[in-house]
T-cell receptor
Framework: GQNIDQPTEMTATEGAIVQINCTYQ??????LFWYQQHAGEAPTFLSY??LDGLEEKGRFSSFLSRSKGYSYLLLKELQMKDSASYLC??????????WGAGTKLIIKP | GAVVSQHPSRVICKSGTSVKIECRSL??????MFWYRQFPKQSLMLMAT?????????EQGVEKDKFLINHASLTLSTLTVTSAHPEDSSFYIC??????????????FGNGTRLTVT
């Protein structure tokens, strides 16, 4: 079945660090994606994990544990422009993306 | 990187009319394109998968006669919302993958079309 979960909303302070978690359950798995979506805009690709561990890309890092069905997106040195929704999605055995509902991240000065 | 272009970005139409949305892959060929719909404060919902040279595959609950999809070439897919009604007002987004980078390559999205039906 399709089961993926992430928090609805999070708040963090400019300059701080925030971790957005995503859990999923699936019998077939071909990787996990994170996308950023600003209000009124289309999603943009942030990261892809298919093996366990941490992938670092500038201020953003993404982690995956396949055995736990768990991923997180870590945002460091938060900037006001990071206020957006963050979508996680896993790719199933048919290479179809199954989307979470998104986490709205609010950055406060 | 792979670029997907979507047009128009915004459209307002009257109830009962039809609206066509175009999606183009600019620097790669896409045998498959994906059409999503997103209502305010909700997640992306896959409507249909557009296949070049064959019929589109629609998700459960999506009316194929209302949302006509034509994948005319390896770089162009169109979605036509026929006899639009106010409840069809939504954000429609197309996407595609550059399979030159593998089956698990990321989806690249067009900029979306904000449809308002009055």
């Amino acid at each position: 079945g399709q089961n993926i979960d992430q928090p609805t909303e999070m708040t963090a302070t400019e300059g701080a660090i925030v971790q957005i978690n995503c859990t999923y359950q699936t019998s077939g798995f071909n990787g996990l994606f994170w996308y950023q979506q600003h209000a009124g805009e289309a999603p943009t690709f942030l990261s892809y994990n298919v093996l366990d561990g941490l992938e670092e890309k500038g201020r953003f890092s993404s982690f995956l544990s396949r055995s736990k069905g768990y991923s997180y997106l870590l945002l460091k040195e938060l900037q006001m422009k990071d206020s957006a929704s963050y979508l996680c999605a896993y790719m199933d055995s048919n290479y179809q993306l199954i989307w979470g509902a998104g986490t709205k991240l609010i950055i406060k000065p | 990187g792979a670029v997907v272009s979507q047009h128009p970005s915004r459209v307002i139409c009257k109830s009962g009319t039809s609206v066509k949305i175009e999606c183009r892959s600019l620097d790669f060929q896409a045998t498959t394109m994906f059409w999503y719909r997103q209502f305010p404060k909700q997640s992306l919902m896959l409507m249909a998968t557009s296949n070049e040279g064959s019929k589109a595959t629609y998700e459960q609950g999506v009316e194929k006669d209302k949302f006509l999809i034509n994948h005319a070439s390896l770089t162009l897919s169109t979605l036509t919302v026929t006899s639009a009604h106010p409840e069809d007002s939504s954000f429609y987004i197309c996407s595609a993958r550059d399979l030159r980078t593998g089956d698990n390559s990321p989806l690249h999205f067009g900029n979306g079309t904000r449809l308002t039906v009055t």
